[in-house]
């Protein structure tokens, strides 16, 4: 393996990861580009965190940041010098001394529907069982086929997709995202278009956490190396708008909110819908704006808090419950 100018020779990154196989693939998927792109050497460190073990729904569990908070605390304590969310699950409040210090390009954001023989969602038959326990995918799919019975299901990715090849279900919608880290696109029957059924603030988008200290540190490191070689600004944009739609409306991971934000040639576009519970109703808002390369951060949770406000006087907080 040959070594970068910049790197420290010998240097070791020390990656904490969640034990679930999604998290587990989409670690060893950053510590690999990290070693192809900088040639600094990686090891995963496993962490057991409660939400893994227990099969409490996520409500109960006291909501945002089950998953989040034991990798944090390993951060924090020194076992680890960086540690890889799936974004979409991290609190958008900040964590006192750590700070993400990249995000990677994207996987496609889309929901895709795993149905039984290949079905599409408007070929399921009338009253068909369809899996999910996200109240946005509940109202999502009431809203185009409020004929199906919905089953609130929990467990990993593999186990949903057992509710399907068991016959248990009919189907179940999960993050395309997900399914292609671990190999399970072929499970995919439906792609669910973004404009139409907006995913969750910041799905398919990773983020790397790590100390606020090292990200600050002025010498080049193996950890700021691996950090610079990871990043892709314009995820960022996008997911930060996103995230910035959330925060501003003081939603959790259970509210029904979809956001999807994309930057192309220097203009953000944002959409953002909350839907009733029943899939009744929806309110849904789009923006733009102009980026500079230098001040897309602030430009994009301008955006995310100018369109949040945008919904709630349109009387988004009236038809769903939001935090
Ligand atoms: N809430 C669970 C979760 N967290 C991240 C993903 C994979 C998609 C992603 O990384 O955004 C999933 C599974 C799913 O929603 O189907």
Redesign the pocket.
């Known amino acids: 393996m040959t070594l970068s100018p910049a790197e420290t020779p010998g240097a070791v990154l020390r990656i904490g990861t969640r034990g679930s196989a ?1 998290a587990l693939a989409q670690t060893g998927d950053v510590a690999r580009a990290i070693t192809e792109a900088t040639g600094i050497e990686t090891v995963l460190i496993p962490v057991t965190t409660h939400g893994d073990v227990t099969r409490a729904s996520l409500a109960s569990l006291g909501g945002t940041g089950v998953f989040a908070s034991a990798l944090r605390d390993f951060l924090l304590a020194g076992e680890c010098d960086l540690v890889v969310h ?1 974004m ?2 991290l609190p958008t409040a900040a964590a006192p001394g750590l700070a993400i210090g990249a995000v990677p390009v994207r996987a496609d954001a889309r929901d895709a529907l795993c149905a039984r023989d290949g079905l599409t969602l408007a070929e399921l038959p009338e009253g068909a069982r369809v899996g999910t326990g996200s109240p946005r995918r509940i109202a999502q799919l009431r809203r185009r086929r409020p004929d199906l019975e919905i089953v609130d299901i929990r467990g990993n ?1 593999d186990t949903r997709l057992g509710f399907v090849t068991s016959g248990e279900m009919d189907a179940v919608v ?2 395309v ?2 399914l292609e880290r671990l190999g399970r696109e072929a499970a995919i029957t439906e792609r669910f278009e973004l404009d139409a059924w907006p995913p969750a603030p910041a ?3 990773l983020a790397i956490e790590v100390r606020a200290a090292d990200l600050a540190a002025a010498e080049s490191t193996p950890i700021r190396a691996a950090l610079a070689a990871l990043e892709h600004a314009a995820t960022r944009a996008e997911a930060d708008a996103e995230r910035a739609v959330l925060a501003r409306l003081e939603a959790g991971c259970a509210a029904p909110i979809g956001a999807h934000a994309v930057l192309t040639e220097a203009t953000l576009a944002l959409h953002a819908a909350v839907y009733a519970p029943t899939g009744a109703e929806l309110r849904e808002q789009t923006r733009s704006a102009r980026v500079s390369a230098g001040a897309a951060a602030d430009a994009a949770r301008g955006l995310g808090i100018e369109l949040a406000d945008a919904l709630l006087a349109d009387g988004a907080a009236t038809i769903a419950p939001l935090n």
């Open positions: 999604l799936s979409k699950d990715i999960l993050a995202a997900g799905q398919g988008a």
